[in-house]
């Protein structure tokens, strides 16, 4: 399959894990942070931390909009579900994350019209479809879906759809790492920079992070070649004392990002003054809300919306996981009370979350040894 | 008069209501079968529950299974719901060791049904039963409100007579026994999904609906002695049906995903969606666990009817309970149970 085989090649994996263990100083622990979930999801699936040396630990990151969103916005969408005639839609990736009172998927099994859309536009298209019904779509995700919402919004502005509206949970991603580098039990060395938010925003956001607070950055692509070669980046600028932004998912990545998703997200967004992000609490300028113009699509200017606050089980420390403070496992409802049959926390749902991804690590340790048999 | 304590059924099940997770053939649905139904219908399990139980009737040895079917939509490139009602229940007792015989058949029919698709999948079941050389011999009908049922529910039951000389148990897998995996995964999950038309993808797919029984004779004729445990991977794929093995048999499956046959338009739907080809349902495979040294002859016997046929794995002491997926360049990963239905991943 082209533009994945030739990024799963055994021979390049092999080069590019040699080359780490040659670069990698033997005497150092080396802790850098994936940001982004889908890092989080590949590394998990291609086996990656056996490719690496020990002295190498991946923290990750809070790039899962899923897992960052707080229980209370759930509970708030799902709120919408119980006004007659709506139509409620979301992405596959929420439908299991469970709200106070249930999963998308569990008020679906109990009567409710929710459904999986596969993007905002279908979303649109079920409205012009069904005239006498409100068709709302929970949008979430960081810059990397926020321009597809803007687009249908704007095309529903100009097709005067009326029955459709969006509960904008978007979140952006510089200020989520500005909140992890503050974080004063955070030690970081570099990290492993988000790709498909990148080939909107570009890599210029990022430079503040090489500049001021001295941390390699390298941007990468989602095969195992691609984040072996990112590691191998930042392991030679760690070695040569740099602290740069560098890119090696250029074959999708633009420096400078892509103008049309940026202009379509200026037209339709603003910035929220604070926004409140699960286990990192309430961080100003962090997120979208839908400008004035589009009000009569803003789901929260629709319906009224009743902005819960809901605190996450006290026992469960999302939190501290979600900054890299915590392994998923040291916290202490990990495989125990929460699993990825009974989530309690979003970052048990989500393929990308990185307490799912850990749980399928538990046996690791054995599993290496076996496989070493 | 008190029932004696060792009598009363220990009830497992804790889950407040039933969810769609409970029908998906993963995790919930085992909680659901082993927590609720077993305890109070069958009773402490000496064995883990397969795809058809087995009994004696005056001497000779039977097997009997039931299986329902609902699909959207009812048809799809390769086949039909008729088929699949026909196929399923005859592959569940193929999978257990047996011949299918005879089925009864029970539909549960929304009213407005136009008669032409009823008539349409009646006869898909009648082509299916003479292709599966199983008689169709009775069955129910009924009728629900329009809006109570999504057009037609299909179940079938079947009894079959065992095979000979064929005895199917995860307790008889032991480490070095080989996975042998008749054929490519998926096509039929992917089918349903891109059958549905919510996704703006097409490929050149077709369902894998059909009997797996001639493959199950020809490993029994090939190498029954060494014949050690057999599935139908339907839903929750090849991971479920081998960690089921694996937790049943208490070692470790261990797969080289290489060697997994996968057509390239599964593949890249799986990449596109974020789902692994090993949590797409099948309805035309079978794959058996085979003792090292009848592993060559049943793989030339499967291979006899299904030319895509390969060894994909083989069974280790650990870690125990386990199954393991090794990549080409030797990452790692341990392969779960689905959970709830593959939902596509979109962020």
Known sequence: MRFVDEFRQPELITKAAEEIRRLADPNRHYRLMEVCGGHTHAIYRFGIKDLLPSNIELIHGPGCPVCVLPMGRIDDGLSMTEKPGVIFTAFGDMMRVPGTHGSPLEYKARGRDVRIVYSPMDALKLAQANPERHVAFFAIGFETTAPSTARTLMRARVLGIRNFSVFCNHVTIIPAIRAILDSPDMRLDAFIGPGHVSTVIGCRPYEWIAANEHKPIVVSGFEPVDILQSVVMILRQLREGRA????????????????AALRAMAEVFQLRPYF????????????LRIRDEYADWDAEQVFSVPGLRVTDPKAAQCGEVLKGVLKPAQCKLFGKECTPDYPIGALMVSSEGSCAAFYNYEHRKAVVAAAAE | MTAKPESVPK???????????????????????????????????????GDASHFSVNGSRL??????FVVKPLTFPGGSIGELAVNGTVNDLAVSGARAEVLVVTFVLEAGL???ILEAEVRAMAGAAQRAGVRIVGGDTKVVENGKADRMYITTAGIGQTIP????????????DQVLLSGPIGDHGITILLARGELDLEADLRSDTRSVLPMVEALAEAAAPGLRWMRDPTRGGVATALNELARDCGLAVHLREEWIPLHDAVRGAC????????????????????APEFADRALAALQGISSEAAVIGEIRSTPAA???????????RIVDMLVGDPLPRIC
Request: net charge negative.
């Open chain 2, 11 to 49: 009830i497992r099940f804790r889950d407040p209501q039933i969810e769609l997770a409970h029908g998906a053939g993963g995790k919930a649905s085992r909680r659901l079968i082993e927590g609720l139904f077993a305890p109070l219908l069958i009773g402490p399990l000496e064995e883990p529950l």
């Open chain 2, 63 to 68: 097997a009997i299974t039931a299986d329902s």
């Open chain 1, 244 to 259: 740069e932004v560098e890119n090696q998912y250029k074959r999708v990545v633009p420096w400078e990002g892509n103008g």
């Open chain 2, 322 to 332: 386990t199954v393991v997926a090794t990549s080409t360049y030797g990452g790692t």
């Open chain 2, 165 to 176: 000389n064929v005895h199917i148990s995860p307790k008889s897998v032991r480490p070095g």
């Open chain 2, 271 to 290: 990449e596109l969606l974020g789902l692994d080809p090993l949590h797409i349902a099948n309805e035309g495979q079978c794959l058996a666990v085979v």
């Open chain 1, 276 to 287: 409140e992000w699960r286990g990192l609490g309430f961080i100003s300028q962090s997120a």
């Open chain 2, 114 to 116: 136009p008669t032409d």
